[in-house]
């Protein structure tokens, strides 16, 4: 880091030396042992993602759009057949109306649940937001379980694991999904890797054929070679306002896979009869490629960073989840720190790195979805997009922060530097650890 770099953290952002002497210590050792991994990753992604545009043959008349029932929406039509390239699958439903990731999955089950049928999930206890969507939360209207859906989750093994042999005695005869998160969302686990889905998927597949295998896929594209589809799931859902949608995405998600499954779901996204042949796409088509086009260099800077936040925070004492050593599946970064109070002083130096909404201090709050209070952290672009700087948590013990996204390096640097400066000088962290 040069001397005008220097000046411009200490005088304009008022971050301290010892921080910053700090931050890049951790910096120089992960560029020499880590970053590589991450770039052979993105490197591939993204001649995959050129591949199936070549593929599908893309043009510039499909960046124009059509309107009202969005008949002949060709750039409709062109997005989801990248898609279906890119995961490998019969078919996709790619729409800018679908408003976040629980969305799609709701989407993905509600299109193929009937009431008697069985949902089991095998990875624990799913997200916040999904559990008010099963109704074992909450006290919503038309969850699942009010519509006859039975459901059951088992637990991760002690080391996080699936546990291969319960998840196979909880299948009956009513069982119809079995669905897999591989995101750790607001836990403690470490992100499914897609070696640990692809033996799960076989074992269950080799138990019993004519399950459907589902994966919520958020937060986990193209971190890895292969994704789920590959390895056998037959329907897998995400938010474009995360990885694929590459920070150019305005709004809007995903489902991919079987065609007679993407069938069901596009009945339920729109009716019976119109399924995937009507919805506008309201001129998105060039923001939702572009951003897929850029997603595999987008998700590289944001793993850099997930690993920068990792080392900064272990070598001071907090235990964090992913470890450093640990392979990922995900782009979000586990900061255990036993405290509402530095919870809020993380996420709310987070928030002063960003280039959006800077000078606003973020507080917990009741959100929608959710049981507990929950903080964000999220001066983004676009609102909401955990694909760009943000951070949050549930206040709740043993009181985690989960940080994730960053468009550019550099930023994810910025934001690990804030954030640690805000606790340094709340006399939240022992400063001697700062000495290296």
């Known amino acids: 880091m040069n001397q005008y770099t220097i000046n411009i953290l200490c005088k304009q952002f008022d971050i301290s030396n010892e921080v910053i002497n700090y931050v890049e210590s951790k ?25 199936a545009m070549q593929k599908a043959r893309l043009n510039a008349t499909h960046f124009n759009w059509t309107t009202g029932y969005g008949y002949d929406d060709v750039g409709r039509e062109k997005v989801e057949e990248i898609y279906s390239y890119v995961f490998g699958t019969e078919d996709a439903l790619v729409r800018p109306t ?47 379980i009010e519509y006859g859906i039975k459901y059951k989750e088992v637990p991760l093994t002690a080391d996080g694991k699936i546990d291969i042999e319960k998840s196979l005695a909880s299948i009956t005869d009513s069982t119809k999904i079995v ?26 597949k080799a138990f019993n054929n004519n399950l459907i295998i589902m994966v919520d ?13 590959n390895v056998g799931a037959d329907i897998m859902a995400g938010s474009l306002i995360k990885n694929p949608g590459g920070g150019m995405s305005l709004s809007g998600g995903y489902v991919v896979g079987r065609k007679d499954l993407i ?3 596009a009945n339920r996204s729109t009716a019976p009869g119109i399924g995937k042949e009507c919805g506008l796409t309201f001129g998105t088509t060039r923001n939702t490629l572009q951003g897929l086009f850029l997603a595999p260099m987008i998700v590289g800077e944001a793993l850099k960073g997930a690993l920068l936040n990792a080392l900064v925070y272990k070598d001071l004492g907090f ?27 993380f996420c709310q130096g987070i928030q002063s790195a960003s280039p959006v909404d ?61 954030s640690l400066n805000n606790l340094y000088k709340n006399n939240m962290i022992e400063k001697e650890k700062l000495t290296f």
């Open 27 to 51: 910096e120089k050792i992960l560029r020499e042992k880590y970053f590589s991994k991450i770039e052979a990753a993105k490197e591939y992604n993204q001649y995959k993602i050129i591949h």
């Open 98 to 144: 679908i408003v976040s990731g629980t969305h799609a999955i709701t989407l993905t089950l509600s299109g193929i649940l009937r009431p008697g049928d069985e949902l089991i999930a095998i990875s624990g206890s799913p997200y916040d937001t999904l559990q008010k969507v099963i109704g074992v939360k909450g006290n919503e209207k038309g969850t699942f």
């Open 179 to 204: 669905m897999i998160q591989r995101s750790t969302g607001y836990s403690d686990r470490k992100a499914l890797t897609i070696d640990e889905i692809s033996e799960a998927i076989e074992k269950v």
């Open 217 to 229: 896929n958020c937060y986990g594209e193209f971190i890895e070679i292969d994704e789920p589809t």
């Open 263 to 265: 069938e069901l779901v």
């Open 319 to 345: 235990r964090v989840v992913p470890d450093t050593d640990d392979k990922r599946s995900d782009i979000i970064q586990g900061i255990e720190f036993k405290s509402r109070e530095k919870v809020i002083k």
């Open 358 to 418: 800077s000078y606003v201090s973020p507080e917990p709050w009741d959100m929608p979805g959710y049981e507990d209070e929950v903080i964000m952290a999220a001066g983004a672009f676009v609102q909401g997009s955990s694909i760009e700087l943000s951070a949050d948590g549930p206040m709740r013990e043993p009181f985690f922060a989960y940080y994730q996204g960053g468009l550019t390096y550099s930023h994810c640097k910025l934001g690990a530097m804030m």
